[in-house]
C-alpha cells in the first residue's frame, strides 16, 4: 500500500471513540450527512443498488446509503474506525459489508462489480487522488455513477475550512486539513478525464456560523460535491 499517509491514519483512528457522537468531533459530518445523501438521490436510486463506499471511516454515509435500500460496502485503512462502523451497524440491525482494504487493492478484487461508489471527504488526505479516481473507475459497471466531495482551494477555502472551522469556531479537530491537498474542481475534473470517469454536475455546501445550519449551495469555492459517470 503506497497511498496512504499514516499521519492520516492516525488521526481519524484516535477518533474511535467519537464517530457515532453528534456532538464530538465527527458533528460536522452528521450535519452535512444528510446533504450528501440528498446529493446522491437526487441523481440515483439507491434502491437494491451495489454501493461501495471508499474510505468509510465510521460508517456514517454507509448506514444512510444501507437505509436508503442500497446493498452497501464499506471500505478503509483505519481498522479502529472500521471497528466502530461494524458495531454500530449490527447494533442497528443493518446488513453492510466493512473492509479494511485500499481502494485499489479492493478495486483488484472486484473490478466492475459497483452501480454506485461514493468517496466522500476522502481525496484531500491521500498522496495520491488519481490513484484513487483510477480505482473507482475500476469498481464501477459499464454505465455505473461516482459520488465525491472534497474542499476547494483557495484564499477563501484557507480561511473557512482550516482559520475558521479547526481554529475559531472549533468546528474541527486542529490539523484536520492540509491546505496544500485542497482540490480544485478542475484538477478533480482533469483526474477523472484521466481516470476514463465523466464529472458531470458539481455543488457547493456551505455553513453559515450565525445559524450553524450547512446547505447545499451553487458555490463550490469552498466544500463542494461532484457526479460522475463511467462511459458504457
Known sequence: MTNVDPNEIHKFSEIQHDWWNPLGQCAPLHEINPLRLQFIQERVDLQDKKVVDVGCGGGILTESLAKAGALATGIDLSQTALETAHVHSKEHNLHIHYDLISAEDFANNHPGEFDIVTCMELLEHVPDPQSILNACHKLLKPNGKLFLSTINRNMKSYAFAIIGA???????????????????????????????????????????????????????????????????
Not at 464529472?199 to 463550490?220: A, R, S, V
Open 166 to 232: 479547526e481554529w475559531i469556531l472549533n468546528l474541527l479537530p486542529r490539523g484536520t486539513h492540509t491546505y496544500a491537498k485542497f482540490i480544485k474542481p478542475s484538477e478533480l475534473s482533469q483526474w477523472a478525464r484521466q481516470a476514463q470517469l465523466n464529472l458531470k454536475d458539481f455543488q457547493g455546501m456551505t455553513y453559515n456560523p450565525f445559524t450553524k445550519i450547512y446547505k447545499l449551495d451553487k458555490d463550490i469555492s469552498v466544500n463542494y460535491l461532484a457526479y460522475g459517470e463511467k462511459p458504457e
